[in-house]
Structure formats: C-alpha cells, structure tokens
C-alpha cells in the first residue's frame, strides 16, 4: 500500500531536481555561449591561445574543405599559418545549445567572415557559414572536443 507520506516527498524532491537541473542548464550555457564570444574574439586578433584556453588538447577540427586537424597543437598552427595570410574577421551568432547530458552539449550556429584575401591578395566578397561543436565538461570546466565548419553555397 503506498502512503501519502511518501509520495509527497519524493513528488517534492523531483521537482527541486529539475529546477536544480534547468538553473544548471542556463549557467551552463551562458559559459559556453561566453566561451564561443572570447574564443571568436581572440582569433580575430590572432590569438591562437584561445585553444589552450577553450579547446580540450585531443579534440578535433574540420575545415571548410574537409580537413582534419587533431590535436589542439596542430589547430593552433594551422589558424596561426591562417591568420599570417588572411586579414579575415569573424562574426558569429549561436542559434542553440543542446545538452545531450549534463557534461555533453551540442552548439550550432552560423558565422559570417570578412575581409578575408584570396591568394591574389585581393579582398574576397563576405563568406557565410554553419559550425557545429561538441562540448564536454570535464572537471568543472566546460572544453570544445570537436569542431566542424562548412561553408553555404548559394545557387544565383
């Protein structure tokens, strides 16, 4: 036979839990929608630091033309080698967060990069885009494991 006794509390105890649980979702993702805005605005200025500040020393990235870089060593090189030939600046806006769990979330969003100069030194029409992330909290602090950007085509 089960006692009102016990119903009310554990009714009270699941709804505490899920406003702990929405209250930590939003921390959450203001620091990762903080992480996206510091990281963004050090690259632009050349600040390939921003990986060891932001990116998880395994994780992985996937440029516009498919390349896979692992290893944030390898990531700070290759943006460093970017930012050298590029005079390009970033914009981005995050559409959404989706926590998969509590320390795994999913990040999407669009970006917009100008000024950039093709090989011929020239200055290049605005180029839009679409990146995904993974994030992961390990030790109480919220890391990027994977990147992938893709550019949008447009038909004329």
Request: charged content about 25%; glycine content about 10%; hydrophobic content about 45%.
């Amino acid at each position: 036979m089960l006692s009102w006794g016990y119903v009310v509390p554990v009714a009270l105890l699941v709804c505490l839990g899920t406003v702990y649980a929405a209250a930590t979702n939003e921390v959450d993702e203001r620091t990762i929608r903080g992480m996206v805005d510091q990281a963004v605005a050090r690259l632009n200025k050349g600040d390939v630091s921003a990986f060891d500040d932001f990116w998880d020393e395994n994780a992985d990235y996937v440029g516009v033309d498919g390349t896979l870089i692992k290893g944030r060593a390898q990531m700070q090189a290759f943006f460093r080698k970017m930012a050298e030939s590029s005079a390009g600046h970033q914009i981005v806006s995050v559409e959404q967060i989706r926590f998969i769990t509590p320390e795994l979330a999913t990040v999407d969003g669009s970006w917009t990069v100008t000024g950039a100069r093709g090989a011929d030194g020239k200055v290049l029409a605005p180029i839009k885009g679409r990146g995904f992330e993974v994030v992961q909290k390990r030790n109480g602090k919220w890391r990027f494991i994977a990147t992938r950007e893709m550019v949008i085509f447009k038909g004329n």
